[in-house]
Structures are given as structure tokens and as C-alpha cells.
């Protein structure tokens, strides 16, 4: 795990080229603590830079950047290609192999461009995110792995071409001029995160996952495919899995194995995270069941038991016979985290795990350096219970006769939020306790949106998981990428859709940067193992049938899981990785979130709505609303906001200092 940095382009001296590279990859540091380079073509005006977290090869012949062997192609690669070795075994059995100087991944990926060309990428089972220079013909390709697990962004600043594996390496470029892009901002907050290929600046992108971007000497850029999730679900339609569910079980169960035994491969010391629930459990069994010695296991616990996990966690360890670390956190540890938050995610973002997964993963860095993860599992086996909740919502809004559903949507939102919440509260004594609400007004300005978006069911889906709606002054209503039908997949069941938009939307663009950014921070390298692309294409294949019955998910991952850990152990309903943000907003956070809060400051930045987010505030205080998660993605941007205009903080590194 490492990360890369560079640009194209400029009017520089190649010292001066090198000096810039080696302060945008310094900015980078906590990626890769071990290592670090550059490199320059002068001619076509290219500068790399790296830093390394040394995992694979520990020795100087992993050193990027890196030349193949014939010197055609440079590179500066970020994550790990797991089947290095079959490949190596490949070329070399084609009578095309170099030379090779050590045992890296690295140098086994030159020598696949150099004997496939581009088309090397479709064989890498893995996580990267690669820079590469074709010295031939003069152009940089940057490739994105097929799950967007590794970070890439690109873009322009005046006439130079700026790359990185994190937003703040652009920071240490001379030529680049942040500008909030409002569009993207307005994305952020209704879905807490900005995806792809939006970034909170104007004209940088994310490479979206499964692509490359090439870009030639005299900056021309164009974006080719090499593995389409659309395509993958389609294809996963077209060609449904025909055997029994045992049949199913078994081929689940020999990917799996392979996966996790692919993700076991490293020169330094690896563990699993652990929380006790179906993904991480199942992870550790297959690693436990391919270790010669006790795996090393790490959870997170808190004293409040509705957050707690820890106990189950450590009831699974138990049964596995794994070596496992625990970690009770209290509020003060975790509120320690907060102030650094802006600098761990580099641009605004605001799923509030955040907290307790940087927490896990600084644990886990001082027993290991590489961490298995269950990321993934809810996506690709339906275990989300807002899939659910969309479709009896859905049904419901099926039973109110079309002709009326826009009218009573305007009806709706005629009435503020805030006179609503006050009716309900006047009729609450005489309100049977079923139909209590907390926050009605603001669910029923939810359902009117649900209401206006008529028989759309997409629509319907991403009004019940959208929070802010016209929140940001001056920004316009930007379509989601992942609604666009001239791209997005053709699936006709909704609960598969709705897996679809997770897989291109919410895994890569909240659930991969929460786990990659909290990760980094301390220099730990994070694997998937269910997201290694064969599994992906294998779960598509499978009727919905043997993932979800009767509102409950993943239920060929539990069958398996079974045959390792008893299921008492196991089922439970699904917590998540939460903390008691509400409680905290009102207590010991209280004060920060007041001076982020303030309407004169919101008023002076010009960017939000600031009445209504005082409002929510003031309502959140008086213990009328339960909005934390809206708050927090305030609370988010304006501490980010907040560390821009910080001294020396345009690196990690320094922002934590």
C-alpha cells in the first residue's frame, strides 16, 4: 500500500519538477512511511513521485518509481496484485519474461505491460491504482482497479495535468487553484459523500473504478473501460447460475478460499478485522482455516451496549481459536479523533464510522501491517436493510391512486417541517404510541418527494436513503452518475438494482474511502477479500432467490459461514459501526459543534442555507429531533472548511502534527 503523485505538463526545470513531486508525495507520507521517490521526464515535462508502505519484497528491488525491463514503461503503482506470481508463471512459460531483480508485484505488472500491452490489467485479480509512463509513445495511463478500492484522482490545473492517490498531494502544486465546486458540494449533502467522478473541486475527478484514463504529452485525455459493473450484473443475468443452492454453496466456497488465500500473501505481519457480524466472521473463518498458527484478530468495543460488538466478536475468536485484541473505547478516546478527521478525508465526508474505524485500524497497526476486511458482503448478497425498507415503502405508495400522489406530495410540502414537528407535538397525548414520530416533519417532506417521484422505483430508492435537498445555496440539482440509463445496468427486480447502485455508488465512494483514508492514517494496509472480482461476477450470477428470502439477506454467505461458527453465534440483527453521535452532539461535543454551527460563520462562507441548519440545531438540542447524521455531515464540511484556512496544513502529515 503505498501512495503515488505527479503531473504533466508546466513550464519547470527538471529540478524544479523533481522537488514539486517529491513535496506532492511527501503530502503523502502516512500512505508510505517506508520508502520514497521520483522520478523526471524531462522532454515530455513528467514528474513521479512515490511513497511506500513496504509489504511485498521488502527489499531496495521493490523500489518505485519503477522501470520495466526494457525501459519502455515507468511506473508509480499504489495496492497489491495478488496473483503476481501466476502471472509471472505465465510469462515466463510464454518465453517472455525479463530478467526479473527481485520478487515484487510491481515488477511482475511491467513486465505483463510489456508483454500484453494494457490488456495486462483484465489479468490482475487485486487492488491498484496504477501511474504508468509509456516512454514510447508518450502517454500517461492512470488505471483504476475493478472495484474502486484504491483511490485515483486527475485533473487540470491551467495547463498542467495533476494525479494522485489523495486530493491534498494537489496541494503542493504550484498551479493548483481549489474551487468548491457547488454541484458536487450539493451531492455531498444528500448523500455524505461526493461520488464519483465528482470531487468537492471544480475540475478534478475521481477515475471512476474498472477504467483508464490516458493522457498524452500535449495533455489530450481520453477514458477507456476495461471492466464494467453494468456489464458484469448483465452478464450475471443472462447467464443465471442453473445448480442447486448446495451447488452454489460449494463453488461460493471455492472462491472464497482462493480470495482469502490470494489476500494472505505478504512479507510482514497480517490480521482480519472482526466484529462478530456475517462478513468479517466468514473472512476469519477462511483465513483461520488457512493459517498454520492463530490468526490475529481486532475489535472495537464501547461501553454503550447498542454500539457494542466487541462481545460478539469475541465469542466468534473464541470459536476460531484466533488471537484476539479488543478495545473498549470511551468517549474522550474517540472524541480525540474528531480535530484530525479533515485531514484523514481529504475532502468533505461524513459517515460517522469513520471515528471507530480509524480507532480499529490504529489498534490493529501495532500488532500488524496488513488487515483482512468483510467489506462488500451487504452489496453483493442483498444485506441492507434499506433494501427492504424501499420496497415496503414502495408497496405502500402503490396503494394511493396515481392521480393523487402528486397533489398530496404538494399538500405535504406546503407546510414548513418545523410546523409540522410543532402539530405533532400538540397532538402527541392523544397519539397512539404506533404512530408516534420522531422528526415528522422532516419524514414527511421525505415522503412527499417519495410521492412526487411517482412509479420511478429508482427514484423511490434514493429518496430513502437522501438526507440535505437544497441545502446549498447556488448549486444546481446534479443528476447521480448511477441513475443514468444510457449506462447503468438493465436489471428488472428493484432489490437488484438497488444492489447495483451500492456496488458502483455507496461501496467505492463512502464504505472503500472510510475504510482506505482511517487505514492509511496509520500506515495499514486494508484487503477485501469479497470483493475480488471473480466473486463479484459469481454473485451476479445467482438468483436473487439464493441471496434474499422473506426480508432477510445473505443467505448463501450465512450457509456457509455455519458450517464454520455456530449460528447462535452469528445471528443477530444487523448493527452496524456506529457511536452515540446524538448523545454526544448534546453533550461533550456540544461546544465544537456550536462554533461550527454558527450562523454568522455559515452566513460569511455563502455556501449554505444557514437558517435551516439552525434550526435543525436548535431542534436537536431540545431533543425534538434526531437528525445527527444530517448534522454531522454539517458539521463535516464546515471543519473541513475550517482546516483549509488552517496554517500548514495542506499535508497529513502536518495536520497532525
Same mark, same amino acid.
Given at each position: 500500500?503505498?501512495?503515488?503523485?505527479? %503531473?504533466?505538463?508546466?513550464?519547470?526545470?527538471?529540478?524544479?519538477?523533481?522537488?514539486?513531486?517529491?513535496?506532492?508525495?511527501?503530502?503523502?507520507?502516512?500512505?508510505?512511511?517506508?520508502?520514497?521517490?521520483?522520478?523526471?521526464?524531462?522532454?515530455?515535462?513528467?514528474?513521479?513521485?512515490?511513497?511506500?508502505?513496504?509489504?511485498?519484497?521488502?527489499?531496495?528491488?521493490?523500489?518505485?518509481?519503477?522501470?520495466?525491463?526494457?525501459?519502455?514503461?515507468?511506473?508509480?503503482?499504489?495496492?497489491?496484485?495478488?496473483? %503476481?506470481?501466476?502471472?509471472?508463471?505465465?510469462?515466463?512459460?510464454?518465453?517472455?519474461?525479463?530478467?526479473?531483480?527481485?520478487?515484487?508485484?510491481?515488477?511482475?505488472?511491467?513486465?505483463?505491460?510489456?508483454?500484453?500491452?494494457?490488456?495486462?490489467?483484465?489479468?490482475?485479480?487485486?487492488?491498484?491504482?496504477?501511474?504508468?509512463?509509456?516512454?514510447?509513445?508518450?502517454?500517461?495511463?492512470?488505471?483504476?482497479?475493478?472495484?474502486?478500492?484504491?483511490?485515483?484522482?486527475?485533473?487540470?490545473?491551467?495547463?498542467?495535468?495533476?494525479?494522485?492517490?489523495?486530493?491534498?498531494?494537489?496541494q503542493a502544486h504550484p498551479d493548483f487553484r481549489p474551487v468548491i465546486?457547488?454541484?458536487?458540494?450539493?451531492?455531498?449533502?444528500?448523500?455524505?459523500?461526493?461520488?464519483?467522478?465528482?470531487?468537492?473541486?471544480?475540475?478534478?475527478?475521481?477515475?471512476?473504478?474498472?477504467?483508464?484514463?490516458?493522457?498524452?504529452?500535449?495533455?489530450?485525455?481520453?477514458?477507456?473501460?476495461?471492466?464494467?459493473?453494468?456489464?458484469?450484473?448483465?452478464?450475471?443475468?443472462?447467464?443465471?447460475?442453473?445448480?442447486?443452492?448446495?451447488?452454489?454453496?460449494?463453488?461460493?466456497?471455492?472462491?472464497?478460499?482462493?480470495?482469502?488465500?490470494?489476500?494472505?500473501?505478504?512479507?510482514?505481519?497480517?490480521?482480519? %478485522?472482526?466484529?462478530?457480524?456475517?462478513?468479517?466472521?466468514?473472512?476469519?473463518?477462511?483465513?483461520?482455516?488457512?493459517?498454520?498458527?492463530?490468526?490475529?484478530?481486532?475489535?472495537?468495543?464501547?461501553?454503550?451496549?447498542?454500539?457494542?460488538?466487541?462481545?460478539?466478536?469475541?465469542?466468534?475468536?473464541?470459536?476460531?481459536?484466533?488471537?484476539?485484541?479488543?478495545?473498549?473505547?470511551?468517549?474522550?478516546?474517540?472524541?480525540?479523533?474528531?480535530?484530525?478527521?479533515?485531514?484523514?478525508?481529504?475532502?468533505?465526508?461524513?459517515?460517522?464510522?469513520?471515528?471507530?474505524?480509524?480507532?480499529?485500524?490504529?489498534?490493529?497497526?501495532?500488532?500488524?501491517?496488513?488487515?483482512?476486511?468483510?467489506?462488500?458482503?451487504?452489496?453483493?448478497?442483498?444485506?441492507?436493510?434499506?433494501? %427492504?425498507?424501499a420496497e415496503r415503502t414502495r408497496a405502500k405508495i402503490a396503494r394511493?391512486?396515481?392521480?393523487?400522489?402528486?397533489?398530496?406530495?404538494?399538500?405535504?410540502?406546503?407546510?414548513?417541517?418545523?410546523?409540522?414537528?410543532?402539530?405533532?407535538?400538540?397532538?402527541?397525548?392523544?397519539?397512539?404510541?404506533?404512530?408516534?414520530?420522531?422528526?415528522?416533519?422532516?419524514?414527511?417532506?421525505?415522503?412527499?418527494?417519495?410521492?412526487?417521484?411517482?412509479?420511478?422505483?429508482?427514484?423511490?430508492?434514493?429518496?430513502?436513503?437522501?438526507?440535505?435537498?437544497?441545502?446549498?445555496?447556488?448549486?444546481?440539482?446534479?443528476?447521480?452518475?448511477?441513475?443514468?440509463?444510457?449506462?447503468?445496468?438493465?436489471?428488472?427486480?428493484?432489490?437488484?438494482?438497488?444492489?447495483?447502485?451500492?456496488?458502483?455508488?455507496?461501496?467505492?465512494?463512502?464504505?472503500?474511502?472510510?475504510?482506505?483514508?482511517?487505514?492509511?492514517?496509520?500506515?495499514?494496509?486494508?484487503?477485501?477479500?469479497?470483493?475480488?472480482?471473480?466473486?463479484?461476477?459469481?454473485?451476479?450470477?445467482?438468483?436473487?432467490?439464493?441471496?434474499?428470502?422473506?426480508?432477510?439477506?445473505?443467505?448463501?454467505?450465512?450457509?456457509?459461514?455455519?458450517?464454520?461458527?455456530?449460528?447462535?453465534?452469528?445471528?443477530?440483527?444487523?448493527?452496524?459501526?456506529?457511536?452515540?453521535?446524538?448523545?454526544?452532539?448534546?453533550?461533550?461535543?456540544?461546544?465544537?459543534?456550536?462554533?461550527?454551527?454558527?450562523?454568522?460563520?455559515?452566513?460569511?462562507?455563502?455556501?449554505?442555507?444557514?437558517?435551516?441548519?439552525?434550526?435543525?440545531?436548535?431542534?436537536h438540542l431540545t431533543g425534538h429531533s434526531e437528525e445527527q447524521s444530517?448534522?454531522?455531515?454539517?458539521?463535516?464540511?464546515?471543519?473541513?472548511?475550517?482546516?483549509?484556512?488552517?496554517?500548514?496544513?495542506?499535508?497529513?502529515?502536518?495536520?497532525?502534527?
Amino acid at each position: 500500500m503505498c501512495g503515488l503523485a505527479g %503531473f504533466l505538463g508546466g513550464a519547470m526545470s527538471a529540478d524544479q519538477r523533481r522537488d514539486v513531486a517529491r513535496r506532492m508525495a511527501d503530502c503523502l507520507r502516512h500512505r508510505g512511511p517506508d520508502d520514497s521517490g521520483e522520478w523526471v521526464d524531462s522532454r515530455a515535462g513528467l514528474a513521479f513521485g512515490f511513497r511506500r508502505l513496504s509489504i511485498v519484497d521488502l527489499s531496495p528491488a521493490g523500489h518505485q518509481p519503477m522501470f520495466s525491463a526494457s525501459g519502455r514503461y515507468v511506473i508509480v503503482f499504489n495496492g497489491e496484485v495478488y496473483n %503476481f506470481e501466476a502471472i509471472r508463471e505465465e510469462i515466463v512459460k510464454a518465453g517472455l519474461a525479463p530478467d526479473f531483480r527481485g520478487h515484487s508485484d510491481t515488477e511482475v505488472i511491467l513486465a505483463a505491460f510489456e508483454a500484453w500491452g494494457l490488456a495486462a490489467v483484465k489479468h490482475f485479480i487485486g487492488m491498484f491504482a496504477i501511474a504508468l509512463w509509456d516512454r514510447e509513445r508518450q502517454e500517461l495511463h492512470l488505471i483504476r482497479d475493478r472495484m474502486g478500492v484504491k483511490p485515483l484522482y486527475w485533473g487540470r490545473a491551467g495547463e498542467t495535468i495533476l494525479f494522485a492517490s489523495q486530493l491534498n498531494a494537489f496541494q503542493a502544486h504550484p498551479d493548483f487553484r481549489p474551487v468548491i465546486d457547488r454541484n458536487a458540494l450539493a451531492l455531498y449533502f444528500r448523500l455524505t459523500y461526493v461520488p464519483a467522478p465528482f470531487t468537492i473541486y471544480e475540475g478534478i475527478a475521481k477515475v471512476s473504478p474498472g477504467t483508464i484514463v490516458t493522457i498524452s504529452s500535449s495533455g489530450d485525455a481520453h477514458t477507456d473501460v476495461y471492466w464494467s459493473a453494468a456489464e458484469a450484473a448483465e452478464r450475471g443475468l443472462a447467464n443465471r447460475f442453473r445448480g442447486t443452492f448446495e451447488d452454489a454453496s460449494r463453488a461460493l466456497d471455492a472462491l472464497l478460499r482462493d480470495a482469502v488465500r490470494l489476500r494472505m500473501i505478504a512479507d510482514v505481519p497480517l490480521g482480519v %478485522f472482526l466484529s462478530g457480524g456475517i462478513d468479517s466472521s466468514i473472512v476469519t473463518a477462511y483465513m483461520q482455516a488457512q493459517s498454520t498458527a492463530p490468526v490475529k484478530t481486532f475489535s472495537i468495543g464501547s461501553p454503550d451496549r447498542e454500539y457494542d460488538e466487541a462481545r460478539y466478536a469475541a465469542n466468534v475468536a473464541r470459536h476460531l481459536g484466533t488471537q484476539h485484541e479488543e478495545l473498549y473505547v470511551s468517549a474522550d478516546e474517540a472524541l480525540n479523533v474528531i480535530p484530525n478527521l479533515p485531514a484523514i478525508y481529504d475532502e468533505p465526508f461524513a459517515d460517522s464510522s469513520q471515528i471507530p474505524t480509524y480507532l480499529v485500524s490504529a489498534m490493529a497497526r501495532r500488532h500488524v501491517t496488513v488487515c483482512l476486511s468483510g467489506d462488500g458482503g451487504d452489496e453483493l448478497f442483498g444485506g441492507y436493510h434499506h433494501y %427492504f425498507l424501499a420496497e415496503r415503502t414502495r408497496a405502500k405508495i402503490a396503494r394511493i391512486p396515481r392521480m393523487m400522489r402528486r397533489p398530496a406530495a404538494r399538500a405535504i410540502s406546503a407546510v414548513r417541517k418545523e410546523t409540522w414537528d410543532a402539530a405533532f407535538r400538540v397532538a402527541k397525548p392523544v397519539t397512539p404510541r404506533s404512530l408516534r414520530q420522531n422528526r415528522p416533519g422532516e419524514r414527511l417532506h421525505k415522503l412527499a418527494r417519495v410521492l412526487a417521484a411517482g412509479d420511478d422505483e429508482d427514484a423511490i430508492y434514493f429518496e430513502v436513503v437522501s438526507h440535505w435537498r437544497s441545502l446549498v445555496l447556488g448549486a444546481g440539482e446534479t443528476s447521480l452518475p448511477c441513475l443514468d440509463r444510457s449506462r447503468r445496468a438493465q436489471l428488472p427486480d428493484p432489490i437488484e438494482r438497488m444492489m447495483y447502485f451500492d456496488q458502483i455508488a455507496y461501496l467505492p465512494d463512502d464504505i472503500l474511502v472510510k475504510v482506505d483514508r482511517a487505514s492509511m492514517a496509520v500506515s495499514l494496509e486494508a484487503r477485501e477479500p469479497l470483493l475480488d472480482h471473480r466473486l463479484v461476477e459469481f454473485a451476479w450470477s445467482l438468483p436473487l432467490s439464493m441471496k434474499v428470502k422473506n426480508g432477510r439477506g445473505k443467505l448463501l454467505l450465512r450457509n456457509l459461514l455455519y458450517q464454520h461458527v455456530p449460528r447462535e453465534l452469528v445471528d443477530r440483527p444487523k448493527m452496524g459501526f456506529g457511536i452515540p453521535l446524538g448523545d454526544w452532539l448534546r453533550g461533550p461535543l456540544r461546544g465544537w459543534a456550536e462554533s461550527l454551527l454558527d450562523g454568522a460563520r455559515i452566513r460569511r462562507e455563502g455556501f449554505l442555507d444557514a437558517t435551516r441548519v439552525t434550526e435543525m440545531w436548535r431542534a436537536h438540542l431540545t431533543g425534538h429531533s434526531e437528525e445527527q447524521s444530517y448534522l454531522w455531515s454539517v458539521l463535516m464540511f464546515e471543519a473541513w472548511m475550517e482546516s483549509r484556512n488552517a496554517p500548514a496544513t495542506n499535508c497529513f502529515s502536518e495536520a497532525i502534527a
